[in-house]
T-cell receptor, first 114, second 113 residues
Framework: SAVISQKPSRDICQRGTSLTIQCQVDSQVTMMFWYRQQPGQSLTLIATANQGSEATYESGFVIDKFPISRPNLTFSTLTVSNMSPEDSSIYLC???????????FGSGTRLTVV | DQQVKQNSPSLSVQEGRISILNCDYTNSMFDYFLWYKKYPAEGPTFLISISSIKDKNEDGRFTVFLNKSAKHLSLHIVPSQPGDSAVYFCAAYYTGTASKLTFGTGTRLQVTL
């Protein structure tokens, strides 16, 4: 399965600022997925990032708040903009395995907004 | 609308015994199901999966059972080990275009000595 490097692993940010999270995959993948896990909650899909086109956002998530870049088939970034304490969560990227039907996840970014 | 549900938020099992984690889903379009294990400060790690054309899949100590008519799946861990203590998520998707995982709410498993 693919290996994903995600960074930063954690950060503490001031409200009103933005943070960009990066994911690097060791193989080319068509789609990359960005998830959020709020404290004590399940994982919720934010958006699907395709190379060469705009990301597709799930209900409740908008591009102005979570802009995504996908410059090539191995890399993507998610920016959490104008942060508030409610954005404190773990953010994870994921790709579908090229062999089989599983999904691999990055190690996550633990964000705390103060 | 929670399409994938894990009704037990936590489970405690003695080492060596069987752990049974349950998951229910409502969307009949789902045709592939996965279980993930998650430690704090780490991303989910894939454990085992099952296609809707099967009713059982086994991998070492882990077995997943699928009951399509009941829209229910379960993960059995035998024997349970202290290192199995983690949060377990079931997830589902349908193998069409733009496949995306829908996760359950998670069950925290504690394996005691």
């Amino acid at each position: 399965s693919a290996v994903i490097s995600q960074k930063p692993s954690r950060d503490i940010c001031q409200r009103g600022t933005s943070l960009t999270i990066q994911c690097q995959v060791d193989s080319q993948v068509t789609m990359m997925f960005w998830y959020r896990q709020q404290p004590g909650q399940s994982l919720t899909l934010i958006a699907t990032a395709n190379q060469g086109s705009e990301a597709t956002y799930e209900s409740g998530f908008v591009i102005d708040k979570f802009p995504i870049s996908r410059p090539n088939l191995t890399f993507s970034t998610l920016t959490v903009s104008n942060m508030s304490p409610e954005d404190s969560s773990i953010y994870l990227c994921s790709v579908q395995d090229t062999e089989g039907y599983g999904y691999t996840f990055g190690s996550g970014t633990r964000l705390t907004v103060v | 609308d929670q399409q994938v549900k894990q009704n037990s938020p936590s489970l405690s099992v003695q080492e060596g015994r069987i752990s049974i984690l349950n998951c229910d889903y409502t969307n009949s379009m789902f045709d592939y199901f996965l279980w993930y294990k998650k430690y704090p400060a780490e991303g989910p790690t894939f454990l085992i999966s099952i296609s809707s054309i099967k009713d059982k899949n086994e991998d070492g100590r882990f077995t997943v059972f699928l009951n399509k008519s009941a829209k229910h799946l379960s993960l059995h861990i035998v024997p349970s080990q202290p290192g199995d203590s983690a949060v377990y998520f079931c997830a589902a998707y349908y193998t069409g275009t733009a496949s995306k995982l829908t996760f359950g709410t998670g069950t925290r498993l504690q394996v005691t000595l």
